[in-house]
Every structure is written in structure tokens, then in C-alpha cells.
């Protein structure tokens, strides 16, 4: 998809935001205007569709109309941590609304950045990899557990899942991923890093461009470390929750 079709529906998906904040969330112009730094005729002019925002402006607006209309909060909302410290996502994604905002805030996010593919580990971060890919207008490619009969030669890795004692391999049909690809990493969640780290070095060994990372929820922070990505190398987490060790296990 062209950066002209990406950015032209980055701005009208900004209106269509500013509409549900105004109309569907009672937010009055005032208060929008206050939370934006737009004047309260600029914001009428936009909700009324006379005009369309620029680029730039457009993504200052969907950073804090994504806040007010409440996706990260209706995320938090369904996290709860059992006593090992894991939670239960099928309520997220299996839910198509947040999977369709979280696309559309990842197309606000990547829209102008060169994005050729989609990555991701299977089975849970596919529903929101496939949201994300199709929003992009790009492939998706799945790094699976085992080989598919079929396909003639795999990129693999291998890595350590954390505190376990067990290894785990991840693989890619070879030529999924082209030395001219730059591909967007998707996950739903982030906890420790190793999955995440893995699938880096996939595009790695492809030798391919990372163009970012997107999560839905992240886990502290230490896993970025992990990722091991330049600072120029974006990196998009709807909500960061602490570990359940520094928290209670309701949000």
C-alpha cells in the first residue's frame, strides 16, 4: 500500500476517533480542546468532516484521543494475573473491537514508515498480527513450532525459555522474508523477551530490516533489553503493566 493511502486513512481514521470521543463519549469541545492544544473551531471543523488534519497533526490527535476513548483502559481491564503470574487473553484476543483499534493504532503509529511484512509467533499473536498486516495492506508471515511438510528449507531459531530449563524453536519457510524487506514484529504480549528476541533474529538471519515492534501489552520494561533493537527502531506498547510480584492481581 502506497505511504499516500496509509496516511490518507490515518486521517480519517482520526476523525472517525474525534466522532466517538465527541459524540459517543459526550467529550466536549472545551474538554477536547484543553486535552489537545486545538482551538475548539479547529476541532468542530474536523468532527463536522470540512476539513481533514494534516499527517502530522493527525497522529498528535489520535495519541491523545486514543486515551480518552479508552483503549489501553479497557485493556488493564482484563488483565488479571493468576498466582504464577500469568493471565488468561482469550478475552482480548478473541475480541474483534480491541483487535480492530489496536490495528488501526498501529497504522497510525507505522503509517509513512516502510513496512513490507508482518511477523509473528504462533498461536496467540496471530488474531492481532492478522489485523495489523491487513490494516497495513502487507503479508503476514507466522513463525511456528514445527516444520511444515512442503516447505523445502527453514530459517530456524532456537532459545531458551526463561527459568524452565526448556529450549523452543521457532520456524519460517526460508524465502518468507527477502533481503529488501523491512517487517513490523507483532505480538499480543510481552513478558520476558526470549519470544520476541527470537523472531528479531529471524529477520536477522534474513538478513532483512526490523522496521519496528508492536504489542498490545507489555510487562515491565527488562525485556527491551533482550530485543536488542537500535534507538532508532520503533517500539509501540498500548499498556505497560508491572510484574505481578509489584502489584495486586486486579487492575
Known sequence: MSTHVDELRLRLMTIELLKTAKYKRNITYRELASKTGLP???????????VLPNTARARQLWKVLTKLVGLETELRNRIRFDEDGYFDNTDIVGDFNILQQAANHALANFAGKRVTKVLTAAVDGIPLATMVASSLGVNLIIAKRNKEVGVKAFLEETYALRDSGVTMTLYIPKDA????????????MIKTGETQAALVNLVRKAKAEISGFF???????EWKKKLKLSGECPIEVITYVKAPSEQSTRF
Not at 40 to 50: E, M, N, Q
Not at 177 to 188: H, N, T
Open 177 to 188: 522474508i527477502k533481503k529488501r524487506d523491512s517487517v513490523l514484529i507483532v505480538d499480543d
Open 40 to 50: 475548539v473551531t479547529v476541532l468542530s471543523r474536523y468532527a463536522k468532516g470540512h
Open 215 to 221: 504489542s498490545l501489552i507489555a510487562v515491565g520494561e
